[in-house]
């Protein structure tokens, strides 16, 4: 081969480097590899520099936002270790507690001690979901009306593949980890009844319930006597000129539950009492006192269980 021009560089160090000649003449690349059948890319990156895992969250409820907390700040030195994504199919955090409007839960992380009363409306939890995910930062990660479709391991990657659809459009990423955050009661489901849909008259589904609707002087049916079954009912009979009709298959079993006066400590007869505004400044003031209070509440609750222990003395007292 021809000697190369005495001006082009050879340490491959300079911005203007030659490789190959054509007709005698060094070809300039400016530093840049040309495309060949031989080519082998260079990683920038040194060797054995770690990759982040991609880790995709499924929902943005009390799960997805408890593992985001963790991330962020239990563990934060795993920051530098995970990329994070919580893919949430609706246009609001909360999951359950958005569809829903139903009582309890709470982070654990940051206990509320402004509640209104025992149990909780649905409609107070959501808010307390998003009041706490903004002061945590836990919708960083977020990505609102974003619906997994389809979940695949692909054994020759060793990672997941997530197909992702939003505003009509598909794709597909990778992952890691996939964490599940989805709730049971997000997804309702329709009893299989023959002409059920073919129903001329209002029809909602308690898991999607329908505030605005005016269920006054109306005649009701109400399908199930599950726990929401249990709840409805009463309500309904409660409005002016509604006939109610609850249709089961079989009875319902309802556990003993410890009632809120054992909790409080006081008497009253109210299935959900208020709190004072003594018991709130009380848990705002002293987060032990709030803690104590709610260890208290699982302790008793969990030990009424004993009554449902085969031969306990608890369900010996009951039978008696």
């Known amino acids: ?8 560089p050879t340490n491959g160090l300079s911005d203007d480097t030659y490789e190959v000649q054509t007709n ?27 990759r982040k895992l991609k880790v995709i969250t499924i929902g943005a409820g009390f799960s997805g936002l408890i593992i985001a907390h963790k991330f962020q700040h239990r563990y934060p030195e795993m920051q530098a270790y995970v990329h994070h994504t919580i893919l949430e199919g609706h246009s609001e955090l909360g999951g359950t507690w958005l569809v829903n409007t139903y009582p309890l839960k709470a982070f654990p992380f940051d206990p509320n001690p402004d509640w209104s009363r025992f149990y909780s409306s649905g409609a107070e939890i959501q808010q ?15 990505k609102l009306n974003h619906w997994v479709k389809e979940l695949r391991w692909l054994e020759d990657r060793g990672q997941w593949r997530v197909t992702i659809e ?16 989805q709730g049971v009661l997000v997804h309702h489901k329709w009893p299989q009844i023959p002409g059920l849909h073919d129903f001329e008259g209002h029809l ?7 505030h605005e ?13 599950g726990s929401s079954g249990i709840q409805i009912v009463p309500q309904m009979q409660k409005l002016p000129g509604t006939q109610v009709t609850n249709f089961m298959r079989g009875p319902t079993w309802v556990y003993y539950r410890v009632p809120p006066s054992k909790h409080l400590g006081q008497e009253t007869d109210d299935p959900n009492p208020d709190y004072t505004d003594e018991e709130r400044r009380r848990w705002r003031e002293d987060p032990a006192e709030l803690k104590k209070y709610r260890k208290g509440m699982i302790h008793r609750t969990n030990k009424a269980f004993k009554m449902v222990h085969y031969q306990s003395s608890a369900l010996r007292t009951i039978d008696n």
Request: proline residues 7%.
């Open 1 to 8: 081969m021809p000697e190369p021009d005495a001006e082009a």
């Open 24 to 50: 005698g003449e060094p070809r300039k690349t400016n530093g840049t590899i040309p495309q060949s059948d031989y080519n082998i890319p260079l990683n920038k990156e040194y060797a054995y520099t770690p």
């Open 128 to 142: 307390y979901i998003l009041r706490t995910a903004r002061k945590w930062n836990l919708d960083r990660d977020v």
């Open 166 to 181: 939003n505003d009509g459009r598909r794709w597909e990423e990778y992952a890691d980890v996939v964490l599940s955050g």
């Open 204 to 210: 909602t589904h308690s898991a999607n319930w329908e």
């Open 213 to 225: 609707y005016d269920y006054s002087n109306k005649r009701i049916a109400v399908i199930g006597n």
